[in-house]
């Protein structure tokens, strides 16, 4: 497994953000996690007060799972979405827009020829769709590390970013989080498996039938954090996990946003510990596997506004949260130059 040299966020501007916060025309505390979480940036920009959030980047990781057929919607929408992402209409391009943040897609895994959209989008993809992974394993070998690598360069390529956001775009996608979030931490199926895009009482118990049996095959082979993405992942969670340990090894600070973020972190912070200090929960997902994987990160939502799309989209919302942190600490008043 690739080793990594994670830097530690600077904790002598953590000191001089809260010695400052301390300092502005407010009770002690008064700002509640806004103060939070304006340390936090001035620790990973490194200064007091931290940069203008001016450069924020979106990158959608695209692909399709085996076990869409549990999904209330057919396969063939990741797809159309990429095209959807292109063409600036999608939820998180229009959420974006707001926040003054840029997204990017890249196709990973969407299993279509893929020929009429611009070479950038599949210039990291690495197979078309993936296995079913109740009845055998999501990648074949070595496609795991090709994903985490083709991941870690569109990170590298991202460099240069105030903030990086992960998102997702994929029909299954949940139920791929629960399972490797399950295995991960050792948990059941029936406390992971949530409805994702809707499905009926039915529906959940299939599908929670399903992680069960994936979780059951794939038992003796989760220890690993790569053999555990080739078993239960895909090729575009595996990548998400390598643009999330990509940006801590260059001190970029990731915004996470739902579900599929929260289990591609779990996995990166397993490849590569410490990787966790650079990230922050954009939101709460109503897929329950969120909140067992941010517990277990440390990490606690920004926003809880009941959001379950994907895409970056809950994660963009939380952007004008830390801008206002920014500017409390850059802009608010000191106590000590009062007439």
Known sequence: MPRFDIPAPDAAARAAAYERLDGLVKPLGALGRLEELAAWLCASHGVVPPRPLDDVRVVVFAGDHGVSALSAYPREVTAAMVRVFLAGRSGVNVLAAQAGARVRVADIAVDWDGSDVPAEVTAHK????????????????????????????????????????????????????????????????????????????????????????????????????????TALGSACLAATAGFLVEASTRGIPVLLDGVFSGAAALVARDIAPGAEQWWLAGHRSTEPSQAYALKALGLTPILDLGLRLGEGSGAVQAVPTLRAARAIIADMGLLADLA
């Open 126 to 229: 690495i197979r078309r769709g993936s296995g079913s992974i109740d009845v055998e394993d999501a990648l074949a070998p070595g496609e795991a590390l090709a994903a985490f690598t083709a991941g870690r360069e569109i990170a590298a390529e991202e460099d240069g970013a105030d903030l990086l956001i992960p998102g997702d775009m994929g029909i299954g996608n949940t139920a791929v989080c629960a399972a490797v979030v399950a295995a991960s931490l050792g948990l059941p199926a029936a406390e992971v498996v949530g409805t994702g895009t809707g499905v009926s009482e039915d529906g959940l118990a299939v599908k929670t039938a399903a992680v069960s049996a994936a979780l059951a095959r794939a038992a003796d082979r989760v220890e690993d954090p790569f053999d555990r993405l």
